[in-house]
């Protein structure tokens, strides 16, 4: 069992996952958070301060290492260009590194319980990576992950290759390309285990760029705020276009000024049609 919000739910959601019509009303009907769900129709997979200090102790030395390398490339080269508004090591370490290495266990727990046996060796994407989080972050926490970090934009794709360099991540690669673009091209397409996506943009338009990247039977998770109950309604169209389903929502409680963050799950059940993803731009113009 595991707290959200001062209540307990089990951490293992059902084998069917819930329609958006149902999961909507249990949103509106909460009366202690909009994130609660009754556990008839739908077990909530949920964690109360999934990140805390002991998280980042948890780590191995040479993965502390390697974080806190992580950290001094990423101030060093925000000096010159915009990876992140965040000036100051510990903030970078409270705001990013916290809320990347939150979504770890939402991501095994998932995997193991929809997926497959085992979620140690994963083949992960993170669109739209940035600066590398969650990706990066993903990648030294779990070194049995494969991951592909995506991004369009040749300069961050400079300081992810100069990075993963730097820290000596032999887990990652760097790959610079529209995730539209991507998600046509037939050696990546329905290929990842898992897409990842943090603060690129709202779920319907998260949900045409990420899930044609994931194989039938594979997860997309997003991390989100603490109230995304508007979002995952507009969503329900695009998620179910893309084959794909809302499995759960999993609250993260951050011990930061940020607040609670949640970890959007849906579970990938058949191929997204051909046509999707559309033309690069056009999800994010014309949302499904």
Not at 44 to 68: D, G, I, M, T, Y
């Amino acid at each position: 069992m595991l707290l959200c919000g001062g209540r307990r739910f089990n951490l293992l959601a059902p084998t069917t996952p819930l329609s958006f019509g149902t999961f909507i009303k249990h949103l509106a009907a909460s009366k202690s958070s909009k994130l609660s769900l009754t556990a008839k129709s739908f077990t909530a997979s949920a964690s109360s301060k999934v990140f805390s200090s002991s998280r980042f102790e948890a780590l191995n030395s040479r993965q502390k290492e390697q974080v806190h390398l992580y950290i001094d490339s990423l101030l060093e080269w925000n000096q010159k260009m915009n990876l992140t508004a965040v000036k100051e090591e510990s903030e970078v370490m409270e705001r990013h590194v916290e809320d990347s290495l939150s979504i770890i266990e939402p991501i095994r727990t998932s995997y193991l319980s929809h997926c497959g046996p085992s979620s140690e060796n994963l083949n992960l994407v993170d669109v739209g990576s940035g600066a590398g989080l969650p990706g990066v972050i993903l990648a030294i926490a779990s070194p049995g992950w494969k991951v592909t970090l995506l991004e369009s934009l040749n300069k961050r794709c400079s300081f992810l290759e100069h990075v993963v360099s730097q820290i000596g991540l032999s887990n990652v690669q760097v790959k610079r390309e529209r995730a539209e673009k991507l998600g046509q091209d037939v050696s990546f397409r329905e290929s990842f285990d898992v897409a990842v996506a943090r603060a690129v943009a709202e779920m319907r338009i998260l949900a045409e760029y990420c899930l044609p990247l994931v194989r039938t039977g594979g997860i997309f998770v997003a991390a989100k705020g603490h109230d995304p109950q508007e979002e995952v309604q507009r969503a329900e169209r695009a998620i179910q276009l893309m084959g794909a389903s809302l499995l759960h929502i999993c609250c993260v409680d951050s011990h930061s000024k940020h607040g609670q963050r949640t970890a959007i799950i849906c579970l990938k059940g058949k191929p997204t049609p051909k046509k999707y993803p559309r033309d690069p731009g056009t999800p994010a113009k014309i949302p499904l």
